[in-house]
Structure formats: C-alpha cells, structure tokens
C-alpha cells in the first residue's frame, strides 16, 4: 500500500508542473494579447495592467524551478520522468521571457501615444501579433495532448512570422526616411514588433522541447532562424543614395 501511495503523489506532482505550466501560458497569452491592445488604443491604463501582471509569471516560474528541484531530489526519475520535469523548468523559462517580452510592449505605450503614425503600422503590428499568440496557443495545445506530429506546423508558422516581421521592418524604415520626425515613434514600433517577433521564436523552443520530452531526441535543426532585416537596412540605404 505504501508504494502505491508514493507512486500515486509522484503522479500528483508531476501533474502540478504540467498544471502550472498551463496556468502560465494561459497568463503569457492574455499579457501579450493586452499589451498589443493598449498599444493599438493607446491605452495607458491597459499598458500600466501588463507591467504589474509580470510578477506573476515571475513567481510561477521560480515556483516550477524550486518543485522540480524537490521532485529530482526526492524522486530521483529516469527516463521520461526526468524529461519531463527538465522540460517543465525549461518551457517555465520560455513563458516567462514571453511575459518580458509582453511587458516591454505594454512600456512603450507611453512612448508613442503622442506621435501616432499611420494606422496601417498599427495593424501590422496587430496581425504579427495575432500570428504570434496562434503560434504559441498552438504549442500550448501541443504540450496538453502531445501531439508531437503537429510541432512541424508550429516550426513552419514561424518562417510566416519572420517574413511579416522583415516587411513590417521595412515598412516602419521607409516611415523613417521620409520624414525624421517619425524617427522616436517608429523607432519604439521597431522595438515592439522584434519583441513579438521573439514571441515566436519561445513557442518555437517550446515545440522542440516537447518533442524532446515526448521522444527523447533534439527535433532536427532543419529551419535554421533568420533575422532579414540587416539586409533590409543595406537595400533601404542603396536606395536613399
């Protein structure tokens, strides 16, 4: 009876972390979700809601790491076991840098709500942004049901976010060049849209994780990750030549 009590609160433990990685996407989601939303309206209030719901990512990931470090010393797992909880600090990780990333949206508010430029900025932003949070509900999904069959979607999506992410670079570049006082706006637009572009770039870790977790192999490198947009810059100044 006793080791089926002990198996039976391994289990239970286990579930916490998979529990609290869930609860953390959840709240990783809805930070960047609001962040992109106070941005869009100018929503200052919005925008100062985000920043204080930070610490909430921050605690559920130091609460992830100081479990599995207990499990690991009490439970000493093998195999799937340990691949799970290494996974659980790891995705943690991933979460919390997308609540960062949220965070540093929500910061710049401020900083372009005087300066609007043209809406068409704007819903760029919006769409790179909702790409962004399909990408990452998705591998949320994934790490519910694993589905490690699904995690090619998730990597081949991300190419979508990096391409929409250089034309939105290019676009707020050429804002720039026309006219320097769109300078400090659009430079604080350039920031927002990298940051959600890394947004796609944790869901992606995310997914390699799962597959490791699932089948105990690193996903191949076959999409290697591309920033195009130093190439954009070189082309936009051979052009204003």
């Known amino acids: 009876m006793q080791s089926v009590h002990i198996v039976s609160a391994y289990d239970e433990e286990l579930k916490f972390l998979a ?5 953390m996407g959840g709240h990783a989601e809805r930070m960047v979700e609001q962040a992109v ?6 929503d200052q209030d919005l925008a100062q809601k985000v920043i204080r719901d930070d610490i909430v990512l921050d605690e559920g990931q130091r609460e992830i790491d100081d479990k599995a470090i207990l499990i690991i010393a009490r439970r000493q797992p093998m195999a799937t076991d340990l691949r ?12 919390e840098r997308v609540g960062d990333l949220g965070k540093n ?12 430029e043209a809406t068409s900025l704007y819903r760029g932003l919006e769409a790179l942004a909702n790409l962004a949070l399909i990408q990452l ?17 998730v990597r081949d999506r991300d190419e979508q976010i990096d391409a929409m992410y250089t034309s ?22 350039l920031f927002c849209a990298k940051n959600i572009e890394r947004i796609g770039d944790h869901a992606t870790n995310i ?13 191949p490198a076959e999409r290697p ?8 810059v070189v082309q936009q100044a051979e052009v204003a030549k």
């Open 84 to 95: 799970e909880i290494v996974g659980a600090i790891r995705i943690s990780a991933d979460l």
């Open 19 to 23: 529990k609290r990685i869930a609860a």
């Open 225 to 232: 990750k591309e920033d195009k947009t130093d190439r954009v």
């Open 168 to 189: 939105l670079f290019r676009e707020l570049l050429t804002y720039m060049m026309e006219d320097p006082r769109n300078i400090t706006s659009c430079t604080h637009l």
């Open 105 to 116: 949206v929500a910061k710049r508010v401020m900083s372009v709500t005087d300066g609007r």
């Open 37 to 42: 939303a106070a941005l869009v309206s100018a």
């Open 137 to 153: 509900k998705d591998v949320l999904d994934v790490y519910a049901s694993r589905s490690v069959e699904k995690i090619g979607i």
């Open 207 to 219: 997914a390699e994780t799962i597959y490791y977790i699932v089948t105990g192999d690193q996903l």
